[in-house]
């Protein structure tokens, strides 16, 4: 059985990057990409009542004619969601990448729990559709499957670029060791160079640490160096990613130490806006 990615797609500009993205997983590793289009409660047409106290029989004629006009909004956000689906297939396709659409109606978070388990990875955009209106905030949504989802997920950046050095931010802990063996597990990453990282004190026990995780990545093919920088962590990656320059960072979900900030409440959204690369975040 082929194992698969879902990428979530909003029709925004992140949408074209997701699916470029999704394009370079797939064709390294194998996947099938099923593309997941969630239509919310609110464009399924089911309307607030904006009558008010108007008499009886002018209420009953406005509620006929707002219900209309939601049944309309709702066809509509069907049509759009179909719309959406079908550009980012043929993008896929034009990279000879296999991939399916999926519709779905309701909650984003319980539409991606029916269809995780049989997924690899989820991808999803680090801003949505509103991201003119607010370029200095991430994606509404982003911080609930953060949280939510229970498979590693590809955090996407507003443009794709080849990756072929990528950065592992490590801090000892048992999250931290299982986003090295990922790295080093999958066909993804194969034959592609890494640094692993940790932000604090230069100590014989950090650069143990290092030594390990690289060794680990040694024996799977990639090329690793390591590195010990000091500063709080959000700002330390960030500025050696576009330094070097890296093209891709990833992370490990929790942890312990001051890298365990980056995945608790704010500090880790701090951490998406501020780093210019897909951030991969692995269980």
């Known amino acids: 059985m082929t194992s698969k990615i879902i990428a979530l797609v909003d029709g925004s500009a992140y949408s074209k990057s997701i699916c470029d993205h999704a394009a370079w997983i797939a064709g390294r590793a194998g996947y099938e990409v099923e593309l997941m289009h ?19 029989g002018a209420r009953s004629s406005l509620l006929k004619e707002l219900s209309g006009l939601d049944e309309q909004r709702a066809k509509l956000a069907v049509h759009r969601g179909r719309a959406i689906l079908e550009d980012a ?13 999926h519709l779905r109606h309701g909650d984003l978070l319980e539409a991606i729990s029916e269809k995780e388990q049989g997924a690899d990875m989820i991808l999803i955009g680090k801003r949505g559709e509103a ?9 509404s949504n982003l911080e609930r499957v953060m949280r939510a989802t229970s498979k590693p997920l590809f955090v996407v950046s507003r443009a794709f670029k080849p990756i072929s050095r990528i950065l592992v931010a490590y801090d000892g802990s048992a999250s931290a060791m299982r986003a090295v063996d990922y790295v080093a597990q999958s066909a993804l990453y194969a034959g592609l160079s890494a640094t692993v ?3 604090g004190a230069d100590s014989e026990q950090a650069r143990k640490g290092l030594e390990d995780a690289a060794a680990r990545l040694g024996r799977a093919g990639i090329d690793a160096t390591t590195e010990i920088v000091s500063g709080e962590p959000e700002e330390a990656l960030a500025e050696l990613v576009e330094a070097a320059p890296y093209e891709h960072l990833v992370m490990g979900a929790s942890g312990h130490s001051r890298l365990r900030a980056l995945f608790v409440g704010s500090t880790s959204l701090e951490m998406m806006r501020t780093c210019k690369v897909p951030i991969l975040l692995v269980r």
């Open 38 to 56: 969630v239509l919310g409660r609110r464009e399924g047409g089911v309307g607030s009542d904006l009558s008010g106290a108007i008499s009886l």
């Open 89 to 101: 297939r043929a993008l896929l396709e034009d990279a000879d990448v296999r991939a399916t659409e």
């Open 131 to 139: 991201m003119d209106f607010a370029k200095d905030h991430l994606g």
């Open 197 to 199: 990282v940790t932000v």
